[in-house]
């Protein structure tokens, strides 16, 4: 059975963070593990409080996990500091974990701050350089190049611009965009444009840990990253389309949609 491990944050209310990871890996058929970073309480609505978690507990989830059940893919969410994205990356590093999809959660869904100021700096200088793909959104990936991103040429640059970094490839996610929800995928060579028709719905909690989770899960499973990609976003398109409504904001999606 292919693994995969993600190192996010927790989500209490199930839609978003490690809880969304693992149900995507188990959607996917493959076993997921987790290293926790940071614990939140949060609902649809609002994130109420985030502790994050020292970055000793961190690496020593990750050393326990890959000394007993080495992951096929490596998926990383929400890290919260500087401290703890050096320490990841360290670890990532040490351990040469495979194909890291690297999700460059910023800000929650309700808008709370889930990255230190100074750890976006930390972000770009320590772990971007590990990313098999990075999949910023369109403020993280404004936040990440210096770019202002209006349009999908606007994409392509910013994915251009964060392989420059030093991931092999980049994902930017043009979901903040109008029109059709269209993603620029750069892999160094050549760019591609991954379509969805747009689904007028306010359930889209955990959509990017969602998609990064497929990605990663994928990956693990021996697919190319381009295809990879697209069927990760025809999942997530699906899961969007038949959320089950839950919460008085924006609520989870389907992670098991046509089950």
Known sequence: ???????????????????????????????????????????????IMVDTLSPEM??????????????DATKIGMLGTARIVEAVAAAVAH???????????????SHARLLDDNAVAALRDHLIPLAFVITPNVPE???LTGLTITS????????????ELGARAALVKGGHL??????????????????APRIDSVHTHGTGCTLSSAI??????????????RAAKIYVTD??????????????????PNS
């Open 178 to 195: 109008p029109g059709p929800a269209i993603d620029v995928l750069w892999d160094g060579a050549q760019a591609f444009e991954l379509g």
């Open 141 to 143: 990936a404004e936040a």
């Open 95 to 109: 351990h040469r974990l495979p194909y890291v999809v690297l999700d460059t959660v910023m800000v929650s869904k």
């Open 216 to 229: 990663a899960a994928q990956l693990a499973q021996g697919h190319d990253l381009v295809s990879a990609c």
């Open 1 to 47: 059975m292919r693994t995969a491990l993600t190192i996010a944050g927790s989500d209490s209310s199930g839609g978003a963070g490690i809880q969304a990871d693992l149900k995507t890996f188990a959607a996917h058929g493959v076993f997921g593990m987790s290293a926790i970073t940071a614990v939140t309480a949060q609902n649809t609505t609002s994130v």
């Open 239 to 256: 899961a969007i389309a038949q959320a089950p409504g839950l919460g008085k904001g924006a609520g989870p999606v389907q992670h098991f």
């Open 152 to 163: 999908v040429a606007d994409l392509h640059r910013a994915a251009v611009r964060l392989v």
């Open 58 to 71: 961190v690496v020593a989830q990750i050393e326990a996990v890959v000394m007993d059940i080495p992951p």
